[in-house]
């Protein structure tokens, strides 16, 4: 039985201040056993997020939204893997598409930084997508194929099963309100863990947590999390407000 994951991923918002104070509100409410539950906040919180969590005794975990494929040196405004890992960070977003888009990151610098997180012990959320028009051209299916097989190049067996997540986020659901049906999330997830099955073998692909992402809301996240190949979710807009804690509780 696979245990459910949701993820918030605040992206570039709230200020250091904002952050704690909206964290302490909702970590009370998030007392559960059942789910595993992950913010992702930007790079200045997370160690203030580090102390708070550990504090509190809290069983959320942190995870950072990106991370550089190098260990150290002249690399102006990067942060390495190490120095996520140094201070609690276990989870790493990886691949999202507003970073392949706005931020010309390619499949190879992805699967670098795939590589280095696993590398450093922390658990990877690798997110794939496919555009609009690659969806109304029918294209969607060997795009996610291309995606799992450049961004895990040289990942093994052992490294996939035990701390990479996988994040099907079709680009056109992303901030758009627009959410996938839940039969169209579910057919991608299955899509997905097929692909797995190919390349790591039936144990892998039975084992490995698949989140849908793209306007996952209070209303729809029971629906979606019900679907069999779906165990969790990549929330953005709404893990800036209460509704996450309605979120990570939708099956109380
Ligand atoms: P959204 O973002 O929930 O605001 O659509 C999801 C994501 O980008 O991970």
């Known amino acids: 039985m696979r245990k459910k994951i949701i993820a918030g991923n605040w992206k570039m918002n709230y200020s250091l201040y904002q952050g704690e104070e909206f964290l302490l509100s909702i970590l009370d409410r998030i007392n559960i056993d059942n789910v595993d539950v992950v913010v992702c906040p930007n790079y200045i919180m997370l160690s203030s997020f580090s102390e708070i969590l550990f504090s509190k005794n809290s069983k959320v975990k942190l995870g950072a939204q990106n991370v550089y494929f190098e260990d150290k040196g002249a690399y102006t405004g990067e942060v ?19 970073r392949r888009q ?53 990942v093994s067996k052992e ?17 758009t309100g627009v959410t996938a049906t839940s039969i169209q999330a579910e057919e991608m997830c299955s899509f997905i863990r097929e692909k797995i099955g190919k390349m790591y073998g039936a144990n892998v692909a039975e084992n ?38 309605a979120i990570v509780n939708y099956d109380n």
């Open 80 to 98: 390495s893997a190490d120095m996520l890992n140094s201070i609690g960070v276990d989870y790493c977003i990886v691949g999202h598409s507003e």
């Open 102 to 154: 706005y931020f010309k990151e390619t499949d190879e610098d992805i699967n670098k930084k795939v590589k280095k997180i696993l590398e450093k012990d922390m658990t990877a959320i690798l997110c794939v997508g496919e555009t609009l028009e690659q969806r109304n051209n029918n294209e969607m299916f060997k795009i996610i194929e291309n995606q799992l097989e450049h961004d895990l190049k040289d």
């Open 159 to 175: 490294e996939v099963y035990k701390k990479v997540v996988i994040a099907y986020e079709p680009i056109w659901a992303i901030g």
């Open 208 to 245: 490995i947590r698949i989140q849908y992402g793209g306007s996952v809301n209070t209303k729809n996240v029971k629906e979606i999390l019900s679907m069999d190949n779906i165990d969790g979710a990549l929330v953005g807009g709404a893990s800036l407000s209460d509704d996450f804690v």
